[in-house]
């Protein structure tokens, strides 16, 4: 039996792990959209974007939960929404890029997690490293920029999102990018995240010790964790690291 030791670093999910988001509302994120747009002649309103979306979305398989543990790769945001607004013959001002996060501010609030702010500066003192991999459409950047928003003291080594990376967990190519990022073999990486496919079992078949984060569970999610840790908030998780050896 292995036994269980402290991290010399420790991969994040993002959504509902460091940040707790809110319902989307795409309705609202092309509505700030279109309160930019230069061109809009047909009068497109944001609740027809999203039921363009919506439809897009169903065609792709991109949102379903039961399903979207089976795509291993990434479809960028910037490019389904240039394509939404072409096809409508909508203009806007400047980079699309620069557009991703006012959307999804809008479309989607959030706020740090109960104690998660507290736990980063601890890690921080203990001199264990951290870094995020998300199951993203939206581009690393504009990732790292939301996190500053929820969590402004956080300092991560690297943020990887899907878009920028092609695959998805759980496929072993992204935790391979982000082990090769951390510079740490696998055996001293902890991997903590909400869903089990492609957090859990996704970062086990990578050789890192994986983290049940159950705090803000979206939906029904009873299986057996094989290996590894489960916990309810992160000041548990604190409590398991301080009595383990170094």
């Avoid at 309103?45 to 169903?58: F, I, M």
């Avoid at 996704?202 to 159950?214: H, I, K």
């Avoid at 569970?217 to 009873?222: A, I, S, V």
Wanted: hydrophobic letters at 40%; charged letters at 25%; proline letters at 5%.
């Amino acid at each position: 039996m292995n036994v269980l030791k402290k991290p010399k670093f420790i991969l994040f999910d993002y959504g509902q792990t460091l940040v707790r988001e809110d319902a989307f509302d795409g309705a609202r994120g092309y509505d700030e959209l279109l309160r930019h747009a230069v061109s809009n002649p047909q009068g497109v309103t944001g609740t027809q974007l999203q039921h363009d979306a919506e439809e897009l979305n169903r065609e792709l398989g991109r949102c379903d939960p039961a399903t979207r543990h089976k795509r291993l790769t990434e479809c960028s945001e910037e490019s389904f929404i240039r394509f939404l607004l072409t096809r409508r013959c909508i203009g806007l001002e400047g980079d699309l890029r620069d557009w991703e996060l006012p959307f999804w501010n809008a479309a989607n609030p959030c706020q740090a997690t109960d104690g998660a702010a507290e736990f980063l500066d601890w890690l921080g003192t203990q001199g264990i490293g951290t870094g995020v991999v998300s199951n993203l459409s939206f581009c690393g950047e504009t990732l790292r920029r939301r996190i500053e928003g929820c969590l402004p003291g956080a300092s991560f080594a690297f943020v990887i999102s899907s878009c920028d990376y092609l695959f998805r967990k759980p496929s072993p190519h992204i935790f391979e990018a982000a082990l090769a990022k951390a510079g740490v073999p696998a055996e001293d990486v902890w991997f903590c995240g909400d869903q089990f496919i492609p957090d859990l079992e996704g970062s086990a078949a990578a050789g890192m010790t994986p983290v049940w984060y159950r705090a803000f569970l979206r939906y029904d999610q009873e299986c057996a964790l094989k290996t590894g840790l489960q916990v309810d908030s992160w000041e548990e998780l604190r409590g398991i690291m301080e009595a383990l050896e170094p």
